[in-house]
C-alpha cells in the first residue's frame, strides 16, 4: 500500500462502488504494469488504484538476500555487497529511469528498489502533468515517505489480500480514513 502525501484525492474518484480514474490515474496505473518489464524476477497480481492510494501484490522469484557476515570491528567478511545492502535502510539512495536489465538487482529485486523505482516514475510523471496539464499540486512530495509491506506467507492469505484489494473501491465509503480531502486549487495563472 502506497498513500499520496497528505492523502489527497489526486487518482480519480469512487461512484456508487466503482473506482472511476482520472489521467493520473491511468499513469499510476500504466508505471505499476510496467514493473515486471523493468525488473524480469518480479511479476504482478492483483492491484487498484484508489483515489488517495495504491495497492498491489508483487510477487518476487528466487531473491537471494546477501550474507552478511561480520569481523570482530563489525566490518564485513567475504566479496563486496551490492549497494542496497550496503545502504543503512536496504534501499538505493537514487533511482536512474535507464537501467540496466542485466544487472543482478533487476533480475533478484528487493521490494524496497521496485517500489523506489515506481514512487519515482509517478512522481515525475505527476509532475509534468502539473506542469503541462493543469494537474492538481502536491505538497513536497507525491507519495507519502513509507509504504506498507506485508510477507503473504499461504494460499488463505494470499486469497483473503486479493478478496481486501478487490474489493476496497466498494467499501470506500465505509471507512472513516477516506473523508473527503480537498484538492488543492490548480496555481494561478502568472
Not at 510496467?34 to 492510494?53: C, E, K, Q, W, Y
Not at 538505493?92 to 538487482?105: E, G
Request: charged share 25%.
Amino acid at each position: 500500500t502506497i498513500c499520496a502525501q497528505d492523502r489527497l484525492p489526486l487518482l480519480g474518484e469512487v461512484v456508487d462502488g466503482d473506482m472511476r480514474l482520472n489521467t493520473a490515474g491511468l499513469v499510476i496505473t500504466s508505471w505499476w504494469e510496467d514493473i515486471p518489464r523493468r525488473f524480469p524476477g518480479s511479476a504482478l497480481d492483483t492491484f487498484v488504484v484508489m483515489p488517495n492510494h495504491v495497492h498491489g501484490i508483487v510477487v518476487i522469484d528466487d531473491v537471494e538476500e546477501p550474507v552478511m557476515r561480520a569481523n570482530e570491528e563489525g566490518g564485513h567478511i567475504g566479496p563486496p555487497l551490492p549497494y542496497a545492502a550496503r545502504s543503512t535502510v536496504g534501499a538505493d539512495r537514487c533511482v536512474r529511469p535507464i537501467i540496466d536489465h542485466n544487472s543482478a538487482s533487476m533480475h533478484n529485486p528487493h521490494l524496497a528498489r521496485i517500489i523506489q523505482w515506481f514512487k519515482t516514475m509517478t512522481t515525475n510523471d505527476y509532475i509534468r502533468g502539473v506542469k503541462t496539464d493543469n494537474w492538481p499540486p502536491f505538497r513536497k512530495r507525491f507519495w507519502q515517505r513509507d509504504y506498507y509491506e506485508h510477507i503473504v506467507r499461504d494460499d488463505a492469505a494470499l486469497d483473503r489480500i486479493r478478496a481486501s484489494i478487490f474489493n476496497n473501491p466498494a467499501n470506500w465509503a465505509r471507512n472513516p480514513e477516506n473523508a473527503a480531502t480537498p484538492i488543492p486549487p490548480p496555481p494561478s495563472p502568472s
